[in-house]
């Protein structure tokens, strides 16, 4: 790892203004990430700016939301109750993410905020548009088994690696942010960036802008919902495909329904004409397969990951029927 | 030509030359010279490990795993992936089990660490020790710390244990040998004894 300067802040705004004084700088909050991505040289920041003083660790409930601090660790928001009653998605996306050990450490911030896991991002051996703006792209032509399907450019296919981001798309959830220049709300759709041909740009937030609260809003039909994870191994590993659902369900026929899908997207992907479809149709088998064909419809596989799009409609499939089970 | 015994000789000698001089590369690099107000420069912090305050001068970008092993000579935490992959680093930090090598010391001064040494009391075994030992939990023992910790924390957290739940709730922790039916049996009977 390179020698930084270390700087602890304890209020938002002297964190702000540390890292307007340094080029380059960086927060850590749970450090599972930005540690990690340091320690193989793909971040080397003069300054590391430790968040933990900043006090936003609460989880509140207001008459229609949930509102979590950004340095809430994961596992206090999975096992929080009214999370768990009311937005079992979220509960489940984030039970299912990483170990019981990093889900003590990651922050619910950090977590939005995590890189990508592809390999090549990873190795600054080889070329990267991600990490090395214009260097171009050592997956395309590569090994892309983990590689996404939809949302990708030519300049980037890489999948976005959070679990929660996605329960969160389908959510609607809003993510407060304060900077220098003030403080602003930025709903969850306009927070990620598609890759074009600037896949280093992954958020809308101003460099140095610090996640303050992220707020779920407590849908009236929430607690039917769920999140399905579907990897290599039973736990401990990032999604192949993952579908959040939920439904407002009356006698057999689907009113409302939220979904979005993981895993095969550069960014967490809300699919709006399968909503479409599932508004007001029986809650059946073929009423999911019509969702999942147009929620895929423009999946474009490459070679090692065609299989995505087949594993990620039956994912929807089968998480659709598990929230109408 | 040159002979290969020739050959062999030089590109020994010149893996010597390009391994000494990473060496001193390295060696560099751990010890910039800074002035000692810079905060890139090692620092004093004090942790409470195994219910020791222990206080130690280390660089920020020093793990805790490496603050354990290196500094304070704890090296019962061992150091399996580095990235968070394995859970052989795993310690508690204020009661919760996490993974020391993802995390810097200095984000944890005036923090209470327990490693594998503080793990056994006054000299007898914690039941989840025991159960190990009972059950066989472990072939080559490099885990072994890791999932012990592990396991301790796990039972603190009061959760209702089954086969599925541990295998579940014990999954940060790889193990190479494969010992994973028995570290469950060990798991299980320990949750049913303390
Ligand atoms: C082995 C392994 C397996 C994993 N498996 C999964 C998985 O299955 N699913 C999943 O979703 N994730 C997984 N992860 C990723 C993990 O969830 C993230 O690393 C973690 O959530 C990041 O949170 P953190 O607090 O540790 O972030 P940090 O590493 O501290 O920070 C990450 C980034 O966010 C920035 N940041 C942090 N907080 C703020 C803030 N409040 N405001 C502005 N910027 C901020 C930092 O500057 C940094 O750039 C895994 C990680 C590992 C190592
Ligand atoms: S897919 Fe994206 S992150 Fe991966 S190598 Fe290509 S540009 Fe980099
Ligand atoms: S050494 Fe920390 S998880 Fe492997
Ligand atoms: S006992 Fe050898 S790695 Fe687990």
Known sequence: MNSFRYAKP??????????????????VAGGTNILDLMKIAVESPPLLIDINALPLTSIEVTGDAIHVGALARLTDVAENESVRTHLPLVAIALAQSASPQLRNMATIGGNLLQRTRCPYFRDTATPCNKRAPKSGCGALGGEIRREAVLGTSEHCIATHASDLAVALAALDATVHVTGLSGNREIALHDFYRLPGDTPHVETSLD???????????????????????VRD?????????????????????????????????????????????????????????????????????????????????RTLVRALEIATA | MLSRRRFFFRAAISTLAAQIGLHFRAAAQRLPTLHPNDSRAARAITINVNGVERTLTVEPRVTLLDALRDRLGLTGTKKGCDQGTCGACTVMVNGRRIDSCLTLAVMHAGDRVVTVEGIAQNGVLHPVQRAFITHDGFQCGFCTPGQIVSAVAL??????????????????????????????????????TS
Not at chain 1, 11 to 27: D, I, K, Q, V
Request: hydrophobic letters at 40%; proline letters at 4%.
């Open chain 2, 155 to 192: 039972l603190n957290e009061g959760k209702r244990l089954d086969r599925e739940t541990i295998r579940t709730e014990m999954s940060g922790n790889l193990c190479r040998c494969g010992c994973y039916p028995h570290i469950v049996d060990a798991v299980l009977e320990a949750a049913g």
């Open chain 1, 233 to 313: 191994r039973a736990q401990y590993d990032f999604a192949l495909a993952s579908a959040a659902v939920a439904l407002d369900l009356s006698g057999g026929t689907i009113r409302q329904a939220r979904v979005a899908l993981g895993g095969v997207a550069t960014i967490p992907w809300r699919l709006p004409q399968a909503e479409v479809l599932l508004r007001n149709a029986p809650a059946t088998r073929d009423t999911f397969e019509q969702a999942a064909d147009a929620a895929l419809a423009e999946a474009r596989g490459r070679g090692g990951n065609d299989y995505k799009i087949a594993l990620a409609k």
């Open chain 1, 10 to 27: 304890s209020s938002p705004s002297a964190a702000l203004t540390e890292f307007a004084g340094e080029r380059g700088a960086r927060y």
């Open chain 1, 207 to 229: 460099p140095g802008e610090l996640i303050v609260t992220v707020s779920l809003p407590l849908l009236s039909y929430g607690a039917r919902s769920t999140y399905l994870k």
